[in-house]
């Protein structure tokens, strides 16, 4: 059987104890050697055979798979993050579909989750913000029309871009060009989040570009926008003394 496991953010303590348990006991590990955390590998077993993705084409993942499907052994396909946002495992799980090879997966924490935490931030405050857009600026692979950046940008709410860490002064373009986003905006780079060299770096919408460069990042960072890094909001009504819930009457 073969498990795709959500490697988590990066920090080797933040896989989820399902994640840690299947890669104990796996036969075969194939895992995003470019993207995820090598620290991660501990958890294998001595007799387990790894494979690095960065290295293969689709086709030898499948092969990989096919043959651990031969043999009767366990699979765990380790991608970074959470898989189900750009982790490309669609491809592989209608291959699987057609293979007739049973497949499972298992979440993981995503890096805009982890981003967060680096930056003790709450992407949805009361008053500011109570969406959260998480997209990517077009690069080498294209973005439909509906979903330019400039298009997401209009909506002024948080935004967290992946994959576009060397695009920024692009990124900075589409950001203004939404019309919602001022130069001022807040934003903040986070680089390599939840890892031992995770680096934050806060700046607005006009030096995104400047902050990077200053910084020599150019990848393996996520692009954080909007206004829920400011430090004006409302108080949550949850906990307020004046709002009735289903488990407490209002108390003023």
């Known amino acids: 059987m073969v498990h795709f496991v959500g490697a988590g953010s990066g920090a080797p303590d933040l896989i989820t104890v399902r994640g840690s348990k299947l890669l ?44 651990a499907e031969a043999e009767g052994k366990d699979v765990v396909r380790l991608h970074t993050g959470d898989m189900s946002l750009y982790g490309a495992i669609r491809e592989q799980m209608d291959q699987l579909d057609e293979l007739g090879i049973k497949y499972d997966d298992t979440p993981g924490v995503s890096a805009f989750s982890g981003a967060a935490a680096a930056l003790c931030a709450e992407y949805t405050l ?86 990077a460069e200053k910084n020599d990042v150019h990848n393996l960072a996520l692009i954080l926008v909007g206004n829920f890094l400011g430090n004006e909001y409302d108080r949550s009504k949850l906990y307020d003394p004046e709002f009735t819930t289903g488990f407490r009457k209002a108390s003023k």
């Open 24 to 67: 104990s006991e796996a036969d075969y590990i194939i895992y995003a050697g470019s993207l995820v955390n090598p620290a991660l590998l501990d958890y294998k077993k001595d007799s387990c055979v790894v494979y690095d993705s960065a290295k293969m084409t689709l086709e030898e993942v499948i092969e990989v798979m096919k043959k």
């Open 126 to 211: 009361p008053n500011v913000t109570q969406s959260v857009i998480i997209t990517r600026e077009a690069g080498r692979t294209p973005v439909p029309d509906r979903e330019s950046l400039s298009k997401m940008a209009s909506h002024g709410c948080t935004m967290v871009l992946f994959l576009s860490t060397g695009l920024l002064d692009k990124v900075q373009e589409d950001l203004l060009a939404g019309g919602a986003y001022t130069p001022d905006t807040p934003a903040a780079i986070v680089y390599k989040a939840t890892w031992p060299d995770q680096k934050v770096m806060r700046c607005t919408v006009s030096t995104l570009a400047e902050t």
